[in-house]
T-cell receptor
């Protein structure tokens, strides 16, 4: 089973709201990722967690706050977002370094 | 700089025709190479990958890809395209000891009935 699940599927939020995106995998993978994908563009890496510790932050603004409560779960906390943050947010997981990444279906975020 | 290029932004083929999507990479060593497919509004599905060994790789949905070191290419092929293959296709590679997937800009495949 190579399933990564994400909730919610769609999210609309105002610029003053606080919301969270959730990602879950039960494949025993030890690395989890957040990507941002704008329309008609490839995904861009935001964060990487390895063994529940943040290992890569691709200079993402602090209004995005990742959290990895356990090895199966990854959250992305959103606060004071801008309209330009509207995008598809994809979660992925892999066994480890230089291993195949498996993607979830994404959360479509609209910031008004 | 390390990069991957997909020269074709759009490709249109007739249903039942063969398909080849091009991918070229720039990297000093042998990268790990991937092809992903994305239907509109969906996540990315792995079609196939190349790590080492046989340079002709078989994937899901009847796709295959061939790694050619001399041409720094990893082109995706399918002998007979189905209407359901219409989607965005991303080539990606990963460097040594890295978590980071570097994606090409994608190729949108349109299938004519």
């Amino acid at each position: 089973d190579t399933e990564v699940t994400q909730t919610p599927k769609h999210l609309v939020m105002g610029m003053t709201n606080k919301k969270s995106l959730k990602c879950e995998q039960h494949m025993g993978h030890r690395a989890m990722y957040w990507y941002k994908q704008k329309a008609k563009k490839p995904p861009e890496l935001m964060f990487v967690y390895s063994y529940e510790k943040l290992s890569i932050n691709e200079s993402v603004p602090s209004r995005f706050s990742p959290e990895c409560p356990n090895s199966s779960l990854l959250n992305l906390h959103l606060h004071a977002l801008q309209p330009e943050d509207s995008a598809l947010y994809l979660c992925a997981s892999s066994q480890g370094v230089r291993e195949t990444q498996y993607f979830g279906p994404g959360t479509r975020l609209l910031v008004l | 700089a390390q990069s991957v290029t997909q020269p074709d932004i759009h490709i249109t083929v007739s249903e039942g025709a063969s398909l080849e999507l091009r991918c070229n990479y720039s990297y000093g060593a042998t990268p790990y190479l991937f092809w992903y497919v994305q239907s509109p509004g969906q996540g990315l599905q792995l079609l196939l990958k190349y790590f080492s060994g046989d340079t002709l790789v078989q994937g899901i949905k009847g796709f295959e890809a061939e790694f050619k070191r001399s041409q720094s290419s990893f082109n995706l092929r399918k002998p007979s395209v189905h209407w359901s293959d219409a989607a965005e296709y991303f080539c990606a590679f990963m460097m040594d000891s890295s978590y980071k997937l570097i994606f090409g800009s994608g190729t949108r495949l349109l299938v004519r009935p």
